[in-house]
């Protein structure tokens, strides 16, 4: 005989779904919590006189906070990623040498390795990077397995519109960091 819909379901089935429920709960909030340490709200540094400053390329507002910190007498040098011809590198900055760069690859893996490379060439020992908000803690990841001196992380936050797309783009770029792309 069916149960009808009065009926209850057995007390097991009703501990497994609250079981259930409670753990999603629980993995969405860590979820959440991970997002936001990770990509909204990371370590931030404050500026520091540096040796150099150098500017990982993508979203808006990344280029002016640079060239600020620059004009401000933080470092010598600013470098800035230009891995496309789209790419505006700034003009001259007085008492700063300005150095223009397209990373092999073009991602933030090939220009912590150009990083590493410059800095050992150069003698740099401490670094501004100017980054997204949303990139900077695989920056840092990036970044120091690339080069040993002090890094100060400057994240510039991306448009209100971006950050889905950015934090979706962090999520999936970080399991490449960790798992696939160990080393500089």
């Known amino acids: 005989m069916a149960a009808g819909p009065l ?3 057995p007390a097991g089935t009703s501990r497994r779904r609250a079981v259930t429920i409670a753990l999603v709960g629980v993995l969405a909030v860590a979820f959440t919590a991970a997002t ?3 990509f909204v709200f990371p370590h931030r540094d404050r ?12 979203s808006p507002g990344r280029l ?9 007498g933080y470092a010598p040098v600013l470098a800035v990623s230009t891995p496309t011809a789209d790419d ?14 397209a990373p092999s690859p073009l991602t933030t893996q090939g220009e912590s390795r150009w990083v590493g490379a410059a800095a050992a060439r150069r003698g740099w020992h401490s670094l501004i990077v100017i980054t997204s908000t949303s990139q900077s803690t695989r920056a840092r990841l990036r970044l120091g397995r690339c080069y040993p001196g ?6 510039v936050p991306p448009p209100r519109r971006m950050w889905p797309y950015m934090i979706t783009y962090e999520w999936a770029a970080m399991g490449k960091a960790l798992l696939l792309q160990r080393g500089c």
Do not use: K, N, S
């Not at 500026?47 to 993508?58: N, T």
């Open 64 to 72: 002016e906070r640079a060239v600020a910190l620059a004009r401000a």
């Open 36 to 38: 936001a340490r990770l």
């Open 88 to 101: 505006p590198c700034p003009g001259t900055i007085p008492g700063v040498e300005v150095i223009c760069f």
């Open 150 to 155: 002090e890094v100060r992380m400057i994240g």
């Open 47 to 58: 500026p520091a006189p540096v040796d150099a400053i150098v500017m990982f390329a993508g």
């Open 7 to 9: 009926e209850r379901a």
